[in-house]
């Protein structure tokens, strides 16, 4: 099984910055990918951005509302992958979510692509 634990969230101005953080433990796998979804109350969970990796190939991919301003990035010794987000806007405020999904490197943007998923950390942005 994976454990996926998410931490860094917080209270930002509009225009800051905060970095997240998916620290994944557990089993591990050779290909996979991670991924990064946020929530608001009543609304479905929105795609942010995911990397694949399968040796040392990584590549990123990112919702059309966060491209330029979200970065993701991992360390492999640590088994941690980040988002760093820039540039914040108050309707990047959510829950944000880390979720894997295991034996892949096909990117889903979908909820329903991956197979383990964190607790969440609450992004709150005033304005």
């Known amino acids: 099984q994976v454990q996926l634990v998410e931490s860094g969230g917080g209270l930002v101005q509009a225009g800051g910055s905060l970095r997240l953080s998916c620290a994944a433990s557990?089993?591990?796998?050779?290909?996979?990918?991670m991924g990064w979804f946020r929530q608001t109350p009543g609304k479905e969970a929105e795609f942010v951005g995911a990397?694949?990796?399968?040796?040392?190939?990584?590549?990123?991919k990112y919702a059309e509302s966060v491209k330029g301003r979200f970065t993701i990035s991992r360390d492999n010794a640590k088994n941690t992958m980040y988002l760093q987000m820039n540039s914040l806007k108050p309707e990047d405020a959510a829950v944000y979510y880390c979720?894997?999904?295991?034996?892949?490197?096909?990117?889903?943007?979908?909820?329903?692509?991956?197979?383990?998923w964190g607790q969440g950390t609450q992004v709150t942005v005033s304005s």
């Open positions: 990397i694949s990796w399968s040796g040392s190939v990584g590549y990123v």
């Open positions: 557990g089993r591990t796998f050779s290909r996979y990918v």
């Open positions: 979720a894997a999904r295991q034996d892949s490197i096909v990117i889903s943007i979908s909820k329903a692509g991956y197979d383990h």
